[in-house]
């Protein structure tokens, strides 16, 4: 594992100053409105718009704050009022996509920007005793298997974006991506992977969760909605699920930030990481792209090399 | 009514994107099996090429069914899984040469992201033989007779391609 991902120990006072600074934006009418997460069920945050100073009082900030907000943004691309919004690393790349994808005006934003050394999955905090996830998340030490998968890779601590910071950077350090799951899936026969893949699409109930929390999935109107053209079809065959995961993990090829929201909002706790990841390996491996979950201002796909692997040669 | 690509949506079956490819008739002892094979082949040379192989009456297997295309980059890889899906039991994609698109880079896009679709169908379980792009000039009807040719036998060779169950 490249990465071992640690709970800040200063996260109280980022809340606290977390808090201040997006009441400050809001009484001082920079922002209409602030997005961050406030306390939801079991503990574990849910995104949260304060429109008043007030209202950001009830703005959390702690080890479980993992969903990320930049999608929200698209519900407010109406008007021209400011937005303020909270956003760690890889939250700050979820924006990126965003603001790359040209999805929301820059202007129209005040970003506050974390430091972020790990996150914990909600879900697997969700399921210790009681008495075990009070310690884990009052003073650890925690179980690196209790981190958030993205945290494992991440080596971007410090926002890509942002216009305030609540504390000091943290040191980086860069590594190449791993892949494992695609190495493991690439390792079995082709009939038993197919096989493998058809029991996947089998479970999904098609509740499109893994689509409406992606930041890549931001197009105006999605494919998968339309009539006519009829891309998907409405019935679950095995092959119209197929297509399902196939149009949603091409499309967000080369542009997928691989912070893993699909997988982790799942209604059925599928490993869509495994479809997402085997594009991210290839780009890196046909097209030399080394780091391709970062958002580029020329995404992958949209620019060619003359000399790219000829398809001739590949059959 | 024989159903067509391009029949119109309003008499689809609810519930269905497009309709499947029409396999020649099978079950009859004389015939040997024959695969179906897409084609998507770009206006301007492709089409030209394989047009140009039937003017100089050159002989080759009937084999694909022919999808006009503007440009190798109007390809979007859906058609390609789809085609699959509807009982196609191999695709091939066929362009200018790279450099010679008529809109000048079409096909170095359409490169990259065939390249990954590749890769991908292979993932998803599709042998890679099954799906070809080839680069022909409107001059080389010799060369789609032969890549024509060359896939047939491949294709055949393999077999039926594996059903991806559709209900359709
Ligand atoms: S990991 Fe999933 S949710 Fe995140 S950008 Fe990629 S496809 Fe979208
Ligand atoms: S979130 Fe899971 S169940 Fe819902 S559509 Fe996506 S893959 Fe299917
Ligand atoms: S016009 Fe032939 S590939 Fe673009």
Known sequence: ?315 | MAESAATPAESRPPGTAGTAVEKPPAGEETREWEPVIVGFLCNWCSYAGADSAGTARMVHPTNVRIVRVPCSGRVNPRFVLRAFQRGADGVLISGCHPGDCHYSTGNFYARRRLLLLKGYLEYLGIDPRRFRTHWVSASEGQKWAEVVRSMCEEVKALGPAPSLGNLV
């Not at chain 1, 981190?147 to 350090?173: A, G, I, Q």
């Not at chain 1, 893949?197 to 931001?218: H, K, M, Q, S, T």
Request: aromatic residues 6%.
């Open chain 1, 1 to 315: 594992m490249p990465n071992n991902p640690t709970l800040d120990k200063n996260m109280t006072e980022t809340e606290t100053a977390l808090r201040r600074e997006a009441a400050r934006l809001l009484s001082q009418g920079e922002v209409a409105v602030f997005l961050g997460h406030e306390e939801g069920w079991d503990g574990v945050p849910v995104p949260f718009a304060a429109s008043t100073a007030a209202e950001a009082g009830r703005l959390v900030w702690n080890p479980l704050s993992a969903p990320h907000l930049a999608k929200y943004l698209l519900d407010r691309l109406e008007g021209d009022e400011k937005v303020g919004i909270v956003v760690n690393g890889c939250g700050s790349l979820a924006l990126d996509r965003i603001l790359k994808d040209r999805r929301f005006p820059r202007e129209r934003l005040h970003v506050v920007g974390i430091p972020c050394s790990g996150m914990l999955d909600p879900a697997r905090v969700a399921a210790l005793s009681d008495e075990e996830r009070e310690r884990v998340l009052k003073d650890g030490p925690v179980d690196p298997g209790l981190f958030l998968d993205r945290c494992s890779w991440c080596d971007v601590p410090n926002p890509v974006v942002s216009d305030t910071l609540l504390s000091e950077p943290l040191p980086v350090v860069r590594h190449r991506p791993e892949y494992p799951r695609v190495a493991e899936l690439e390792a079995m026969d082709r009939e038993e992977r197919a096989e493998y893949l058809r029991g996947l699409y089998e479970r999904c109930i098609r509740c499109f969760a893994c689509r409406n929390v992606c930041p890549a999935c931001n197009c105006r109107e999605c494919c998968l909605d339309q009539w006519e053209p009829l891309w998907l079809g409405r019935a679950t065959s095995p092959a119209e699920q197929q297509m399902f995961h196939f149009i949603r993990a091409f499309d967000v090829a080369g542009r997928c930030i691989r912070c893993g929201e699909c997988e982790r909002v799942c209604s059925v706790g599928l490993p869509l990481m495994e479809l997402n990841d085997k594009f991210l390996k290839d780009i890196t491996e046909l097209f030399g792209v080394e780091r391709p979950h970062i958002p580029a201002d020329v995404e992958p796909l949209g620019c060619f090399e003359p000399g790219d692997p000829d398809l001739e040669d590949h059959g």
